[in-house]
């Protein structure tokens, strides 16, 4: 069926200011996500999954302008031994990333692979993405798929002695990112990415990960505290068997973020986890998209998601889990929960489940509320003041999220930032 003529149009546009990189073994990938993105066009408001988040300023030809955000404080993970790969403005920056060498794992620039004729990402770039636009279209991962400029190729072979830490800066107030990640984690391997910075004034990134049988992969990102970057960001993730992948993301401030996570159970006895802490402020919208599809007998996955909303800000949780028939023994858990500081800010939800298996487990729940005041008055009567006071049961409501951390340094750090962040009142 031919796209709407207004779709059409604002499609071409888009297209016409994206330059297609030196393309290598990843070609052939890269037409075919030119072909997907015409075939669906870029979303507008009528689209089902973005009724709730308007992707306009995703989708115009030139990213809008983002002030750079000043920080006076120490980078997220910087305590940590890591090794660092910097992209500045969506561009990798050898000057202050670290030497690529690890043992257990084999890292390569995307703009290196695009120089050869074979390598082992030819085989991954752009499936993962593929496959997670049925059932449901999503367009700026394929534009990403198609137009990359840089990215990263990390192949897990073993069991790296520290995380790999992916940071992003922004110095230019108009730039505009895109960048595409691969990881395959092999049969037994297991590491830590951390992910961290603004990157651009309007950022899109995608995320494929390929997980053996018996492999691991924990996941943390942290996004802020700058206040007017909007970032799209795609992870498409498939596990095999016996294999665990955990992804947490922080999120504080920005104009718009979209987080979309796409994972398939593929393998018997699999365990995915995503969860998410957001804190937002002011004009300030934060989506998170979960698709969760259940393939394998006596699979686990969690979907825990917590906003902490004020001054008008919006958060939206649209989550999914998809059950397929033999796909029985299957655990399944979503929560989507939002405290509403004051009377102008508001969660909207859409939960699903999809079950055509008779043997699961499933339930999904979503709650938006206040503060509880009998808990305030309790901290109150006891000499808190109203402010830190609001803040203990920020944190307290917040928790659930972050314990999904497997890690407990990383996630002591995480809530150390949360509890700076929440004095800091910006």
């Not at 951390?194 to 899109?204: H, I, M, V, Y």
């Not at 992804?247 to 979309?260: A, H, K, Y």
């Not at 979960?290 to 989550?319: M, P, Y």
Request: glycine share 6%; charged share 25%; net charge negative.
């Amino acid at each position: 069926m031919a796209l709407p003529e207004l779709k059409q149009t604002a499609t071409e546009a888009r297209l016409a200011t994206m330059e297609f990189p030196n393309a290598g073994c990843t070609r052939a990938a890269r037409e075919a996500a030119v072909a997907r993105v015409r075939k669906m066009g870029l979303p507008d408001r009528r689209d089902e999954y973005w009724k709730y988040t308007r992707p306009d300023t995703l989708v115009q030809p030139v990213a809008p302008e983002a002030a750079v955000f000043e920080h006076d404080e120490a980078m997220m993970f910087s305590t940590f031994d890591r090794l660092k790969i910097v992209f500045v403005d969506g561009i990798f920056d050898p000057e202050v990333s670290d030497d690529l060498s690890l043992e257990g794992v084999e890292i390569d620039r995307l703009e290196d692979i695009c120089c050869t004729d074979i390598h082992w990402a030819k085989d991954l770039y752009g499936v993962l993405e593929e496959r997670g636009q049925s059932p449901v279209q999503r367009p700026l991962a394929a534009l990403n798929t198609a137009f990359a400029a840089d990215g990263v190729a990390i192949h897990v072979t073993g069991k790296p002695s520290k995380p790999i830490s992916l940071i992003y800066v922004h110095k230019d107030t108009a730039s505009d990112a895109t960048l595409h990640h691969v990881v395959r984690v092999e049969t037994g391997a297991e590491v830590t990415i951390l992910e961290n910075g603004p990157a651009a004034s309007r950022f899109n990134k995608c995320m494929e990960i390929d997980i053996a049988d018996g492999g691991k992969l924990h996941h943390i990102r942290a996004q802020g505290r700058d206040h007017e970057r909007r970032a799209v960001t795609h992870m498409f993730a498939r596990l095999g068997t016996e294999s665990v992948f955990k992804s947490f993301t922080l999120t504080v401030n920005g104009v718009l973020t979209r987080n979309e996570c796409v994972i398939e159970l593929t393998g018997d006895d699999a365990v995915a986890h995503v969860a998410g802490a957001c804190v937002g402020d002011g004009d300030f919208l934060h989506d998170d998209t979960v698709f969760v599809t259940h393939d394998a007998v006596n699979c686990e996955s969690r979907q825990v998601f917590k906003k902490v909303l004020r001054n008008g800000a919006t958060g939206v949780f649209q989550g999914k889990i998809l059950v397929k028939a033999g796909a029985q023994k299957t655990d399944g858990y979503q929560i989507s929960q939002s405290l509403l500081l004051d009377d102008d800010s508001q969660f909207l939800a859409k939960p699903e489940l999809e079950i055509y298996a008779d043997d699961v487990a499933c339930s999904h729940g979503s709650t938006s509320g206040a503060i509880d005041e009998t808990a305030l008055f309790y901290l109150r009567s006891r000499g808190v003041p109203h402010s830190e006071a609001i803040d203990l049961l920020t944190l307290a409501f917040l928790a659930e999220a972050v314990e999904e951390i497997e890690d407990d340094a990383l996630a002591e750090d995480i809530v150390a930032r949360l509890e700076a962040w929440l004095k800091r009142r910006s």
